[in-house]
């Protein structure tokens, strides 16, 4: 029974994640990833695409190159779209679409001054999929799309259900985190983690959606001795009770579907896009691809690798691969290079012991990694998202 609850998991899981443009916006803090990257003018950095918001982000450090890298070509498709609306639209009109979550204008736009920046796989997704940056009513929003943005959905439609819907926005408009910790203790915790809901956070089609796969769950609940429920409502009372909302873009625009001016990405500022408009835009290459495929085909060396969690799921379904992940990453790592990831899980206990080649002999990836753990725990504890266990920064090249 136990191997047949597993396989429809993970079925459930890969159906999502092969079928579906899954995460419509990045929900990794970059403010902490530019901290620790420290990027400069001779950075080369690999991330994995995501929403592409991030990769945008590093962008703006100027760094040489920065390389997407996404086995879900959906995910790369958003990118490029991204890519080249700060190439081929004005400000207003970008943050129109990515800002405000879609203007009814947009398929003109993307007929006319959109489709030829895109490779031919992503203009055939955007040819199938316009209406969703197209808001067709006011309340519509890109952000209410996929799967993540279907979570979103629901979720607003569970606190209009229980009445607290106004109270959680009343969080956004709170000139201190002290009347924060005050709306959320006083209207919104009890009302909110009913234990119908704590139950539906415990199903495999709800974490799908949210991207976490069973191996990322069972890790947490191993590493954090909670269950996954526990710890979400955990780190919604870290959000609002001891971190400010007046710049967290994150929650924000899943409740409210759109960013503000005032409290969105870095790329969705005038300034900001105009300085990539103005070529910092052009350093962004996107790949569809795995991380050890990418690494084993790219020409030269890279400074900067950027994980975010799917090595959570990789230790447990296909521990070889994670082995060749390292390998490659370690081939094509030039001195000084720093590797930053994240976990579901408080502790990770499966990249130290993996064993690579380096300097002609079999060493542990662990004796290879400098860690800064005090730098990470700092980070850790003010990340604006803070839907994950733990934050992991190092230098790589002992």
Known sequence: MKALADWTTQSVFRYVHGNHLVYNCCWEDPRLDREVMELGDGDDVMLITSAGCNALDYALDAPRSVHAVDMNFRQNALLELKLSGIRNLEFEEFFSLFGSGGHPEFPGWYARRLRAGLSPRSQAYWDKNQRCLSRPTPEASFYHHGTTGLFARMMVRYFRFTGILADVQRLFAAATVEEQREIYLGSVRDRMWSPALKRALRTDVMLSLLGVPKAQRDHLEKSCSQTMADFMQESVEAVFTRLPTADNYFWRVYLFGRYTPECCPSYLRRHEFARLKGGLVDR??????????????????????????????????????????????????????????????????????LLVRHGGRTRRVGDLLRYDRDKAAGCHARDRVHTYGSFHFAHLGA
């Open 284 to 353: 962004i290459h996107v790949h569809t691809s795995d991380v050890t495929r990418f690494l084993r085909g790219h020409d030269g060396t890279l400074s900067r690798f950027v994980l975010l969690d799917h090595m959570d799921w990789l230790s447990q379904q296909g521990p070889a691969l994670l082995t060749e992940e390292w390998q490659a990453i370690v081939d094509k790592a030039r001195p000084g290079a720093r590797v930053l990831w994240r976990s579901g899980g408080a502790d990770v206990d499966f990249v130290d012991p």
